[in-house]
């Protein structure tokens, strides 16, 4: 019900913008949310947007999560990347308000994989 796109190879300092197209239910009353997990590393949390929008420290400043709910879709615009952000990418659904807790969302996206090149 949630496919993530977006994905790529990109060179450190270059943008990427992903999507997250929803699909059987409509999520505009639904907190949804970006997450990240890198090679060996546990999933972390990167941008939410249930009306205001949360961000990672690592990702503040540089990152912008926004939704159409026309749409149906959910965005992050990447800027700045460094290859630390190198990882799959998730977005993920809730009912209720944001959370920074990946258990808490009940709806994920199959991932899509984002590569920076230092």
């Known amino acids: 019900q949630l496919q993530a796109s977006g994905g790529g190879l990109v060179q450190a300092g270059g943008s990427l913008r992903l999507s997250c197209a929803a699909s059987g239910r409509t999520f505009g009353s639904y907190a949804m949310a970006w997450f990240r997990q890198a090679p060996g590393k546990e999933r972390e949390f990167v941008a939410a947007h249930s009306g205001n929008t949360h961000y990672a420290d690592s990702v503040k400043g540089r990152f912008t999560i926004s939704r159409d709910n026309v749409k149906n879709t959910l965005y992050l615009q990447m800027n700045s990347l460094k290859p630390e952000d190198t990882a799959v990418y998730y977005c993920?659904?809730?009912?209720?308000?944001?959370?920074?807790?990946?258990?808490?969302?009940?709806?994920w996206g199959q991932g899509t994989q984002v590569t920076i090149s230092s």
């Open positions: 993920a659904a809730k009912t209720g308000g944001s959370a920074y807790y990946s258990g808490e969302y009940e709806y």
